[in-house]
């Protein structure tokens, strides 16, 4: 994948490296999580253009993002998800042309009051 992104639940990483990672308690997601609260699948995540996006499989105890229930929502890194309760973490890393152009640029310059105005002419 072109993104690097994981998920971090309980002190535990978990790279996302598949299009579709199914989560759940059953021991057949890609991850699983031993909670009584989780559903056995709970929730998948997609990579759709270029995003994660993250769905509720009909859970009994709900799916949360920034602590909103979900049944979709698209994740930005830093996102704090809740499954029934148990907390995880979506990071991502900045695509590789992104943090090249923030390399070019530099800090942004104010105005002051003294500087022209900007004029258009014909």
Not at 37 to 57: C, E, K, P, W, Y
Request: glycine residues 6%; neutral net charge.
């Amino acid at each position: 994948m072109q993104n690097s992104a994981y998920l971090i639940v309980n002190s535990q990483v978990f790279p996302l490296e598949r299009e579709i990672v199914n989560i759940g308690r059953k021991l057949d997601n890609h991850v699983v999580i031993q909670d009584s609260r989780i559903s056995r699948t709970h929730a998948q995540l997609r990579m759709m253009n270029g995003q994660f996006v993250l769905l509720d499989l009909n859970s009994t105890g709900g799916t949360f993002v920034n602590e909103q229930r979900i049944t979709k929502s698209v994740l930005y890194s830093g996102d704090t998800i809740s499954l029934a309760g148990v907390q995880i973490k979506f990071v991502q890393d900045a695509p590789r042309m992104m943090s090249k152009a923030m390399d070019r640029t530099g800090p942004l310059q104010t105005l002051s009051f003294e500087d022209p105005p900007t004029q258009i002419k014909d």
